[in-house]
């Protein structure tokens, strides 16, 4: 790699980020997206609730009229008021709430600077929940849930009556613009239920409060439970990715984070303790629920659930949580529900225990490598709003600087056994047909003899794994790099695509991601490379095989995944190159390190300790194939 290598380098960095600045778009086009954007948004909002207007009256209790209208004689059924036996049927079957059976469904509208929320009074539920900041791949308003989708309901005894406030009327008495205080009556006025939902200032919280007023003789507070069950729309590029990244994650109060199953078509989980939060979690939203005094392990459950052929939906996220309360005058159930995306140092700013591992950053060190090493400096880099190709590109510079004194030691480690292929050779020919451990007896008293430590080129190896596969689980859940373009892939998040193909290969798909394609190539040439550092490795068929398996399989693997996360890797294997050929051809002089080891070959040296102990296992392991 000459000087004008490198300049061509360097210019090819300056035109990209030139590329990406003059093509940015400005303030005004940007704030002429958005207002079409909201416009649009407010349009489905309105529909919603004209919808919800023209919706007739339900008569859940009709059935129940019909049979006491079959039992009155022919004779007398004319004169019968079925008014007065629709409001029997009322009371028999939902007693003091009766008065709020039937009524008008409506729907309120709060929001901040965030969340949009559009909250029906039958059954006083949210039923809109749109993110103002984002949009589906396709442009459209980002809803966390399909809005007719499931079940939202608080559930109790009423004596012998199970009660549902999804059964409910509520009257709406809207406190502002970012709360609203809903209201089912009873027969009495001094019994109620209330229904507070308040939106965080400026956040991603909607608080909800549910308050049983005057009803503590007859309402048995320990049997009172939460249920919701919704459907999660897709978002995304592609829908099997999306889907693979969505699951309910769940945290006990004393226990770890967990969660059920990402790739079964179906999974449960009965609570066994005390739980803190419960997320329902897309591939980059999640709405979670949370309780400071913890859900109860006495009834609670979880399940989530998907279908192939479904292409509208993510999955199925139901989540049924039961509360512990003593009697009292009246009963008040808070709640924070969690509507956002699944940004980690949104998350991190919450203060909920552990609620920053909805992102999967991985296991132990894995993750440790993102949230102290990785994410500080992709943050960093961040605030300069450079484009997000550009951001990687340092990033990986960055990376290969602070690995730089180890890929160093592993070079020069390389070069040195390299050098000894003379005398290697000389082993191999003198033990060709001979006795395998004396020939590896030779090679280690080569070793001891010239200085040379086998093991000192796995080490650097071996430290740098971490960060390799911590980079695998950082770009597939990066939110920032979502809908991102740079170059030919406009969603750094999901794969490019250079050519969609006009059927499915198996295990590879419909598309041709050309940086995964870039990314595969250039790691054979490292690898051809890396090779020919290992002189000892020649004439090993199964490493010459896996050059070529190794990124055939990457090559499929990662045609689905993020085209950041192939950028990242066609970026590091290019650094490699280069760095492998500065070493050779400007820093490493093997003469120099081949004489150096010939010179210690000459000066006697005592055995160390490890040294002895290996030499006398290898005597006794000659022993005893001599017996």
């Given at each position: 790699?000459?000087?004008?290598?490198?300049?061509?380098?360097?210019?090819?960095?300056?035109?990209?980020?030139?590329?990406?600045?003059?093509?940015?778009?400005?303030?005004e086009?940007?704030?002429?997206?958005?207002?079409?954007?909201?416009?649009?948004?407010?349009?489905?909002?309105?529909?919603?609730?004209?919808?919800?207007?023209?919706?007739?009256?339900?008569?859940?209790?009709?059935p129940?009229?019909?049979?006491l209208?079959?039992?009155?004689?022919?004779?007398?059924?004319?004169?019968?008021?079925?008014d007065?036996?629709?409001?029997l049927?009322l009371?028999?079957?939902?007693?003091l709430?009766?008065?709020?059976?039937?009524?008008?469904?409506?729907?309120?509208?709060?929001?901040?600077?965030?969340?949009?929320?559009?909250?029906?009074?039958?059954?006083?539920?949210?039923?809109?929940?749109?993110?103002?900041?984002?949009k589906?791949?396709?442009?459209?308003?980002?809803?966390?849930?399909?809005?007719?989708s499931?079940?939202?309901?608080?559930?109790?005894?009423?004596?012998?009556?199970?009660?549902?406030?999804?059964?409910?009327?509520?009257?709406?008495?809207?406190?502002?613009?970012?709360?609203?205080?809903?209201?089912a009556?009873?027969?009495?006025?001094?019994?109620?239920?209330?229904?507070?939902?308040?939106?965080?200032?400026?956040?991603?919280?909607?608080?909800?409060?549910?308050?049983?007023?005057?009803l503590?003789?007859?309402?048995?507070?320990?049997?009172?439970?939460?249920?919701?069950?919704l459907?999660?729309?897709?978002?995304e590029?592609?829908?099997?990715?999306?889907?693979?990244?969505?699951?309910?994650?769940?945290?006990?109060?004393?226990?770890?984070?967990?969660?059920?199953?990402?790739?079964?078509?179906?999974?449960s989980?009965?609570?066994?303790?005390?739980?803190?939060?419960?997320?329902f979690k897309?591939?980059?939203?999640?709405?979670?629920?949370?309780?400071?005094?913890?859900?109860?392990?006495?009834?609670s459950?979880?399940?989530?659930?998907?279908?192939?052929?479904?292409?509208?939906?993510?999955?199925?996220?139901?989540?049924?949580?039961?509360?512990?309360?003593?009697?009292?005058?009246?009963?008040?159930?808070?709640?924070?529900?969690?509507?956002?995306?699944?940004?980690?140092?949104?998350?991190?700013?919450?203060?909920?225990?552990?609620?920053?591992?909805?992102?999967?950053?991985?296991w132990?060190?894995?993750?440790?490598m993102?949230?102290?090493?990785?994410?500080?400096?992709?943050n960093f880099?961040?605030?300069?709003?450079?484009?997000?190709?550009?951001?990687?590109?340092v990033?990986?510079?960055?990376?290969?600087?602070?690995?730089?004194?180890?890929?160093?030691?592993?070079?020069?480690?390389?070069?040195r056994?390299?050098?000894?292929?003379?005398?290697?050779?000389a082993?191999?020919?003198?033990?060709?047909?001979?006795?395998a451990?004396?020939?590896?007896?030779?090679?280690?008293?080569?070793?001891?003899?010239?200085?040379?430590n086998?093991?000192?080129?796995?080490?650097?190896?071996?430290?740098?794994?971490?960060?390799l596969y911590?980079?695998?689980?950082?770009?597939?859940?990066?939110?920032?790099?979502?809908?991102?373009?740079?170059?030919?892939?406009?969603?750094?998040?999901?794969?490019?695509?250079?050519?969609?193909?006009?059927?499915?290969?198996?295990?590879?798909?419909?598309?041709?991601?050309?940086f995964?394609?870039?990314?595969?190539?250039?790691?054979?040439?490292?690898?051809?490379?890396?090779?020919?550092?290992?002189?000892?490795?020649?004439?090993?068929?199964?490493?010459?095989?896996?050059?070529?398996?190794?990124?055939?399989?990457?090559?499929?693997?990662?045609?689905n995944?993020?085209?950041?996360?192939?950028?990242?890797?066609?970026?590091?294997?290019?650094i490699?190159?280069?760095?492998?050929?500065?070493?050779?051809?400007?820093?490493?002089?093997?003469?120099?390190?081949?004489?150096?080891?010939?010179?210690?070959?000459?000066?006697?040296?005592?055995?160390?300790?490890?040294?002895?102990?290996?030499?006398?296992?290898?005597?006794?392991?000659?022993?005893?194939?001599?017996?």
């Amino acid at each position: 790699m000459d000087r004008n290598s490198i300049f061509g380098f360097v210019l090819i960095a300056a035109i990209l980020i030139g590329w990406t600045l003059w093509t940015a778009p400005s303030a005004e086009d940007m704030a002429r997206a958005q207002h079409e954007q909201d416009s649009l948004a407010q349009v489905e909002l309105e529909k919603k609730a004209a919808e919800a207007e023209k919706t007739p009256v339900t008569a859940p209790v009709t059935p129940v009229v019909d049979e006491l209208l079959a039992a009155v004689p022919d004779s007398l059924r004319d004169s019968v008021n079925v008014d007065s036996l629709r409001d029997l049927a009322l009371v028999q079957r939902y007693g003091l709430f009766s008065a709020a059976a039937e009524g008008k469904a409506e729907q309120v509208l709060i929001e901040n600077d965030k969340l949009q929320i559009g909250i029906n009074t039958k059954g006083g539920r949210p039923d809109v929940i749109r993110l103002k900041d984002y949009k589906t791949y396709k442009g459209q308003p980002l809803l966390l849930q399909d809005p007719d989708s499931g079940t939202y309901a608080y559930q109790f005894f009423l004596g012998n009556l199970d009660v549902s406030t999804a059964d409910m009327h509520f009257t709406a008495e809207q406190l502002g613009p970012d709360a609203v205080k809903l209201t089912a009556a009873t027969s009495d006025p001094k019994k109620y239920v209330t229904l507070t939902y308040r939106l965080d200032s400026a956040g991603y919280f909607l608080h909800s409060d549910l308050e049983l007023v005057g009803l503590e003789q007859e309402v048995d507070p320990s049997n009172l439970f939460f249920q919701w069950d919704l459907y999660g729309l897709n978002h995304e590029k592609h829908l099997p990715s999306e889907r693979q990244k969505s699951s309910i994650y769940y945290k006990y109060f004393n226990g770890d984070r967990d969660y059920l199953s990402e790739t079964d078509e179906e999974d449960s989980e009965k609570l066994e303790g005390r739980t803190n939060w419960i997320a329902f979690k897309q591939d980059f939203f999640s709405i979670a629920l949370v309780s400071d005094q913890g859900f109860a392990s006495s009834g609670s459950e979880i399940a989530v659930a998907f279908r192939e052929q479904d292409t509208v939906h993510t999955k199925r996220f139901n989540a049924k949580v039961f509360f512990e309360h003593e009697r009292s005058a009246s009963v008040k159930v808070p709640m924070r529900m969690y509507l956002g995306p699944n940004h980690y140092n949104t998350l991190l700013r919450t203060g909920i225990d552990q609620f920053d591992r909805i992102i999967d950053l991985g296991w132990g060190i894995f993750g440790w490598m993102n949230r102290w090493l990785v994410i500080p400096i992709f943050n960093f880099l961040d605030g300069w709003n450079w484009s997000y190709g550009i951001i990687i590109l340092v990033l990986t510079l960055v990376i290969k600087l602070l690995l730089m004194p180890l890929t160093w030691k592993n070079f020069v480690a390389s070069a040195r056994m390299r050098v000894l292929k003379p005398e290697m050779d000389a082993i191999s020919a003198k033990h060709k047909d001979g006795d395998a451990l004396k020939k590896q007896q030779a090679v280690m008293d080569l070793y001891r003899k010239a200085g040379v430590n086998p093991a000192s080129g796995c080490v650097p190896m071996v430290v740098q794994m971490p960060i390799l596969y911590a980079m695998f689980r950082f770009f597939p859940s990066s939110i920032e790099l979502r809908q991102e373009s740079f170059l030919w892939a406009d969603d750094l998040s999901s794969y490019d695509s250079v050519l969609n193909l006009p059927f499915v290969i198996p295990f590879y798909g419909d598309h041709v991601s050309l940086f995964t394609l870039l990314m595969a190539a250039s790691t054979i040439v490292y690898s051809l490379i890396n090779q020919q550092q290992m002189p000892q490795q020649q004439g090993m068929p199964s490493m010459k095989l896996m050059i070529w398996l190794f990124p055939i399989m990457m090559l499929f693997f990662l045609n689905n995944f993020s085209s950041g996360l192939s950028y990242y890797y066609l970026l590091a294997n290019l650094i490699s190159i280069l760095q492998m050929t500065l070493f050779k051809h400007w820093f490493i002089d093997e003469d120099k390190i081949r004489a150096q080891l010939l010179l210690n070959m000459k000066t006697p040296k005592k055995k160390s300790k490890w040294q002895q102990r290996l030499d006398d296992l290898q005597k006794q392991q000659q022993q005893a194939r001599k017996r």
